[in-house]
């Protein structure tokens, strides 16, 4: 991807040697942070032939563009500067670029990815939403399949989830306290693993030092990663690999 962006660059600069480069316009796509709702660009914006200079130009600075924004994750939000209406705007004028439609198929495997790690967090919801974004961009990926199959095992998976009020656990009040030693004795009556996802590494490891201080004597046993929400996965022995 950053040999992409590298690309791009050199491409811009002996553009713009021609003439002054365009104005991109606004993002054709409109998301919610619920239910998602994309407007994309009409059939009738398709140009026929071989783009003009100008038109190279504009077609440099919008992939340009589309590249910074999938490695930002900004997929199909904001409206204004989302990679997908970009990458789509240079298709309108140049329906074989290559750049833009492997750019098409990223996003679909970025929203796989984080779809992925959803599922392993307990965050289905999150998921299935994760993964209707990447039926939107492209309805037929083969990756698509696999990871919708992985979702429903996980949900019939006798796994248990608990998400976390960010706040309390950050303000380390006793009602966080509590549901953390809870927690921690389910983990050691069904010999369950834990994993602990939080915002950051201080928080992660005060949540396991209060689980481990309420099961004084029984060696808990799990792993810790960092991420936006606050988590713990206890996986039960029959579903360890």
């Avoid at 050691?188 to 928080?203: E, S, V, Y």
Wanted: aromatic share 6%.
């Amino acid at each position: 991807m950053r040999n992409f962006i590298t690309l791009l660059v050199l491409a811009t600069a002996l553009a713009s040697c021609q003439g002054p480069p365009q104005n991109e316009g606004s993002a054709e796509g409109q998301s919610g942070t619920g239910n998602l709702s994309v407007r994309v660009l009409s059939e009738g914006g398709v140009s026929s032939g071989e783009p003009t200079a100008d038109q190279q130009r504009m077609i440099a600075d919008t992939l340009y563009a589309a590249l910074q924004a999938l490695d930002d994750d900004r997929l199909l939000t904001p409206v204004d500067d989302n990679a997908h209406a970009r990458f789509k705007r240079v298709l309108a004028y140049d329906s074989d670029n290559e750049l833009a439609l492997e750019g098409l198929q990223n996003i679909v495997v970025r929203y796989l990815e984080l779809a992925q790690e959803s599922i392993r967090r307990g965050l289905f919801d999150e998921a299935e939403l994760m993964i209707d974004r990447a039926r939107f961009v492209d309805h037929s990926h083969a990756g698509i399949n696999p990871v919708v199959e992985a979702l429903q095992s996980e949900r019939n998976s006798e796994d248990l989830f608990f998400n976390l009020d960010n706040g309390e656990i950050s303000n380390r009040s006793d009602s966080a306290l509590e549901q953390l030693a809870d927690i921690a004795r389910q983990a050691q009556q069904h010999g369950a693993f834990f994993l602990i996802t939080a915002p950051n590494d201080d928080q992660a490891r005060w949540m396991f030092s209060v689980m481990r201080e309420a099961v004084d004597g029984y060696r808990l046993r799990g792993s810790i990663e960092l991420a936006g929400r606050t988590t713990v996965r206890l996986r039960m022995p029959t579903t360890q690999n």
